[in-house]
């Protein structure tokens, strides 16, 4: 399986299940956010389920901490294979979101991980809202926060993974903003090609766009797996003990 996540950034199921269709759920996993969540609800997920996908749940839940387990335990009841809440919820809020997915995972449990700063936002936007220390400083409080209350992962630009890789080990990397080189960065501003960020330290790369809205998404999702394959290659080639690990 590659770190591939195609976004499913449609407005109802029938648009999303159609772009499935030209998927292959062997190569990437899909990302279902709050629009189609909204939308299509969860017989949309068991739709995708049954097509042999693993699902990315993306509904940043943000709330009172047992607002936020009940939502978690929910969404973990329904089978994906990751969800998120916002580190910014607060270290009660994070641990609730834990204790929630536990409960009612079964024999498995899906990856629980924290969005930090989204890739919308920049310094300026962050000293807007009060946060005066920058992205950087920022993403890696949050970072920190999410790992001290036991999550799996965190939602970063590929631009913090090194870092986060170096101060938080343990934590996956999930990297939205991915754009091929040629790929306008439309309203994300911290955005980077897919082998930069494998280099650079992401697990897994979250890519919508340049796929879903590419006038032949099938062959956009070849280039792009095109492209990671070529830099992972790189990367063991490079690092050859890492072959067998």
């Given at each position: 399986m590659t770190p591939l996540i195609v976004a499913l950034d449609c407005a109802d199921a029938r648009t999303a299940l159609e772009l499935a269709a030209g998927l292959d759920p062997r190569r990437c996993r899909?990302?279902?956010?709050?629009?189609?969540?909204?939308?299509?609800?969860?017989?949309?997920?068991?739709?995708?389920?049954?097509?042999?996908?693993?699902?990315?749940?993306?509904?940043?839940?943000?709330d009172i901490p047992q607002t936020v387990a009940k939502a978690c335990a929910a969404a973990t009841r329904l089978?994906?294979?990751?969800?998120?809440?916002?580190?910014?919820?607060?270290?009660?809020?994070?641990?609730?979101?834990?204790?929630?997915v536990e409960d009612a995972a079964g024999p498995t449990r899906p990856k629980l991980i924290a969005v930090t700063v989204l890739t919308s936002l920049d310094d300026g936007a962050l000293a807007e809202l009060g946060c005066r220390d920058g992205v950087d400083a920022q993403v890696e409080r949050l970072a920190s926060l999410a790992a001290k209350a036991g999550l799996d992962g965190v939602v970063c630009s590929a631009r913090e993974a090194a870092r986060l890789k170096g101060l938080e080990p343990g934590l996956l990397r999930v990297t939205p903003g991915i754009r091929p080189a040629q790929a306008a960065g439309d309203d994300q501003k911290r955005v980077m090609t897919p082998a930069r960020a494998l280099a650079a330290g992401a697990d897994y790369l979250v890519v919508g766009r340049p796929i879903t809205a590419a006038a032949d998404p099938a062959q956009a999702l070849a280039a792009l797996l095109a492209e990671i394959e070529g830099a992972t290659a790189t990367h063991f080639h490079d690092h050859p003990s890492e072959e067998s690990a």
């Amino acid at each position: 399986m590659t770190p591939l996540i195609v976004a499913l950034d449609c407005a109802d199921a029938r648009t999303a299940l159609e772009l499935a269709a030209g998927l292959d759920p062997r190569r990437c996993r899909v990302k279902v956010g709050k629009e189609l969540f909204t939308s299509a609800g969860p017989a949309l997920l068991e739709d995708l389920r049954e097509r042999g996908f693993e699902i990315f749940l993306d509904l940043k839940f943000h709330d009172i901490p047992q607002t936020v387990a009940k939502a978690c335990a929910a969404a973990t009841r329904l089978g994906v294979w990751m969800l998120n809440v916002h580190a910014s919820g607060g270290l009660a809020m994070l641990q609730a979101a834990r204790e929630g997915v536990e409960d009612a995972a079964g024999p498995t449990r899906p990856k629980l991980i924290a969005v930090t700063v989204l890739t919308s936002l920049d310094d300026g936007a962050l000293a807007e809202l009060g946060c005066r220390d920058g992205v950087d400083a920022q993403v890696e409080r949050l970072a920190s926060l999410a790992a001290k209350a036991g999550l799996d992962g965190v939602v970063c630009s590929a631009r913090e993974a090194a870092r986060l890789k170096g101060l938080e080990p343990g934590l996956l990397r999930v990297t939205p903003g991915i754009r091929p080189a040629q790929a306008a960065g439309d309203d994300q501003k911290r955005v980077m090609t897919p082998a930069r960020a494998l280099a650079a330290g992401a697990d897994y790369l979250v890519v919508g766009r340049p796929i879903t809205a590419a006038a032949d998404p099938a062959q956009a999702l070849a280039a792009l797996l095109a492209e990671i394959e070529g830099a992972t290659a790189t990367h063991f080639h490079d690092h050859p003990s890492e072959e067998s690990a």
